[in-house]
Antibody, heavy 120, light 111 residues
């Protein structure tokens, strides 16, 4: 069974940094595209970033480009999202999601999410 | 990139069929067969129901089916049951730099 468990969320001041982690199990981590998606509570979803299986290809939403960095440690089956220069509008539940071996297919398996609150 | 448009709410009685629409553009739903549907209960992780427009995810009841016509995808739930009451959202690959666009979400109520 595919399982994804996020951690690292919390309260941070504007301009601050946070690193999210996502530990995966039940699948071969370096085979699939991995994603981060966020959801403002009670509102819509927004795709944030993706990384290919060997960690060599990344892509970011325009609103986080230059501030967020996605990476992975395949030996630990763990995906990361380093978030710098955080803004109030980054406040959201952040989901780690497993994609497919097909790059274009939307992520299908999601974790429970971790809440990031950016506020002074 | 605008969100995909879904009705805010859909309701039906047990045993009935309902259909949720998801309207996009020729850059997303109209261009690719990479449309997925998710079910989300309050406070829970989204659960994949349908992928690639009409393929059911593993373990999903055959009461759930997906289709697409032009720029609009649809999710049909037949034989509505109480446990189907949840939020549903669609997503599609898009040719824009956003890569993936999500629906506005639909709350399904079983009367």
């Amino acid at each position: 069974e595919v399982q994804l468990v996020e951690s690292g969320g919390g309260l941070v001041q504007p301009g601050g940094s946070l690193r999210l982690s996502c530990e995966g199990s039940g699948f071969t981590f370096n085979t699939y595209w991995m994603h981060w998606v966020r959801q403002v509570p009670g509102k819509g979803l927004m795709w944030v970033s993706r990384l290919n299986g060997d960690g060599s290809v990344t892509k970011y939403a325009d609103s986080v480009k230059g501030r967020f960095t996605i990476s992975s440690d395949n030996a630990k089956n763990t995906l990361y999202l380093q978030m710098n220069n955080l803004r109030a509008e980054d406040t959201a539940i952040y989901y780690c999601a497993r994609g497919s071996i097909i790059a274009a297919r939307p992520p299908g398996h999601w974790g429970q999410g971790t809440l990031v609150t950016v506020s002074s | 990139q605008s969100a995909l448009t879904q009705p805010a709410s859909v309701s039906g009685s047990p045993g009935q069929s309902i259909t949720i629409s998801c309207t996009g553009t020729s850059s997303d739903i109209g261009a690719y067969n990479y449309v997925s549907w998710f079910q989300q209960h309050p406070g829970k992780a989204p659960q994949l129901m349908i992928y690639d427009v009409s393929d059911r995810a593993s373990g999903v009841s055959n009461r759930f089916s997906g289709s697409k016509s032009g720029n609009t995808a649809s999710l049909t739930i037949s034989g509505l049951q109480a446990e189907d009451e949840a939020d549903y959202f669609c997503t599609s690959y898009t040719s824009s730099s956003t890569l993936y666009v999500f629906g506005t979400g639909t709350k399904v109520t079983v009367l």
